[in-house]
T-cell receptor, first 114, second 112 residues
Framework: EAQVTQNPRYLITVTGKKLTVTCSQNMNHEYMSWYRQDPGLGLRQIYY???????DKGDVPEGYKVSRKEKRNFPLILESPSPNQTSLYFC?????????????FGQGTRLTVV | DQQVKQNSPSLSVQEGRISILNCDYT??????FLWYKKYPAEGPTFLIS?????DKNEDGRFTVFLNKSAKHLSLHIVPSQPGDSAVYFCAASEGDFNKFYFGSGTKLNVKP
């Protein structure tokens, strides 16, 4: 079954404690990205990757890091989480090309930073 | 500033009637538009799309209309069913870029 898998689904952490949210896709997609969803703001892109070892900032990259060492995995790293990073996070993957491609989303990770 | 806007946070419709969800965008370079549906505790799932060379695309009960001059698109669901109750996100992209810009979502409630 084609899918994007995120872990963990729920996480409560304290300010400043480094954490990683994993994302894996089994569709051999080149393009992967991370979004955060906040009330009234929709989905905003944090980082994206067009292929292995190629990553770039999205609209709200501050406080986040990513890596793309393998095609299937795209972890999101919060080196020093802060309460304003409390949000619902989604990983997505897609084929390259823009038009006539769709993004496939993971089930989401609800992060709370206290 | 958001380039894709959904100005109605919620919509309530009776089962069997038409649901119309609206979306406006500001970037005239957008040439591909998508609608996603999201249930609670799940990720968004793709519903229907339209490219800028068309003004209408239909898939079963779902039809998306694009008005490029008004920079407006809409999703029509006919007839609406209780299982359609979800949050609907409008998204847009430009050219070969895989960057999608999302609206803030409209929560649809279809009443039995």
């Amino acid at each position: 079954e084609a899918q994007v898998t995120q872990n963990p689904r729920y996480l409560i952490t304290v300010t400043g404690k480094k954490l990683t949210v994993t994302c894996s896709q089994n569709m051999n997609h080149e393009y992967m990205s991370w979004y955060r969803q906040d009330p009234g703001l929709g989905l905003r892109q944090i980082y994206y990757s067009m292929n292995v070892e190629v990553t770039d900032k999205g609209d709200v990259p501050e406080g986040y890091k990513v890596s793309r060492k393998e095609k299937r995995n795209f972890p999101l790293i919060l080196e020093s989480p802060s309460p304003n990073q409390t949000s619902l996070y989604f990983c997505a993957s897609s084929l390259p090309g823009g038009m006539n491609t769709e993004a496939f989303f993971g089930q989401g990770t609800r992060l709370t930073v206290v | 500033d958001q380039q894709v806007k959904q100005n109605s946070p919620s919509l309530s419709v009776q089962e069997g009637r038409i649901s119309i969800l609206n979306c406006d965008y500001t970037n005239s370079m957008f040439d591909y538009f998508l609608w996603y549906k999201k249930y609670p505790a799940e990720g968004p799932t793709f519903l229907i799309s339209i490219s800028s060379i068309k003004d209408k695309n239909e898939d079963g009960r779902f039809t998306v209309f694009l008005n490029k001059s008004a920079k407006h698109l809409s999703l029509h669901i006919v007839p609406s069913q209780p299982g359609d109750s979800a949050v609907y996100f409008c998204a847009a992209s430009e050219g070969d870029f895989n960057k999608f810009y999302f609206g803030s979502g409209t929560k649809l409630n279809v009443k039995p």
